[in-house]
């Protein structure tokens, strides 16, 4: 099984809002990651946590907030969103970061539509 | 880093094999190469990826040359369900294993 799941499908929120997505894979795999994918364009590495601690933060703005609760879940914390949000945020699993071996799979993602 | 360079869009006749060229000219001995699809509005899923010899699972075969400069990925006999964009990656293991997807190739498989 292969599977990443992903919740909410979709989501609209005022720039306001304090809203969060959640991501959760049954595989073992001990390797997270958020990406972010506007329309047309390919997806962009957000966040990358190995054994539940951050690794990779690109330059991510602060109104998002990763969490990695436990090996299973990744959350990622919405708060005073832009308009120029609005995107797909895909989440991926891998069984670790050793080398480039480790394939990651990805999951249906969260459509986000920030007013 | 090592980039890739993928044709924007290719058609293929439904039935016939699809080939994908990719050019990674600048990869490095260690770097492998991955491809991944993306059907309209879903997640990336990943097909297929290799090092130096040519790899074959149930999705599709992937072929790449000698010197690891290009690779093509095939699916053998496509369908109308193949039509996506498909993202040939090297992955960057000295980042931590990161992804960094290009613009990728539409494929069209039409009937």
């Known amino acids: 099984d292969t599977e990443v799941t992903q919740t909410p499908k979709h989501l609209v929120m005022g720039m306001t809002n304090k809203k969060s997505l959640k991501c959760e894979q049954h595989m073992g795999h001990r390797a997270m990651y958020w990406y972010k994918q506007k329309a047309k364009k390919p997806p962009e590495l957000m966040f990358v946590?190995?054994?539940?601690?951050?690794?990779i933060n690109e330059s991510v703005p602060s109104r998002f907030s990763p969490e990695c609760p436990n090996s299973s879940l990744l959350n990622l914390h919405l708060h005073a969103l832009q308009p120029e949000d609005s995107a797909l945020y895909l989440c991926?699993?891998?069984?670790?970061?050793?080398?480039?071996?480790?394939?990651?799979?990805f999951g249906p993602g969260t459509r986000l539509l920030v007013l | 880093d090592a980039k890739t360079t993928q044709p924007p869009s290719m058609d293929c006749a439904e039935g016939r094999a699809a080939n994908l060229p990719c050019n990674h000219s600048t990869i490095s001995g260690n770097e492998y190469v991955y491809w991944y699809r993306q059907i309209h509005s879903q997640g990336p899923q990943y097909i297929i990826h290799?090092?130096?010899n040519n790899e074959t699972n149930e999705m599709a075969s992937l072929i790449i040359t000698e010197d690891r400069k290009s690779s093509t990925l095939i699916l053998p006999h496509a369908t109308l369900r193949d039509t996506a964009v498909y993202y040939c990656i090297v992955r960057v293991a000295r980042l931590g294993g990161k992804l960094i997807f290009g613009q990728g190739t539409t494929l069209q498989v039409k009937p």
């Open positions: 946590y190995s054994y539940e601690k951050l690794s």
């Open positions: 991926a699993s891998s069984q670790g970061l050793a080398g480039a071996r480790e394939t990651q799979y």
């Open positions: 290799g090092l130096k």
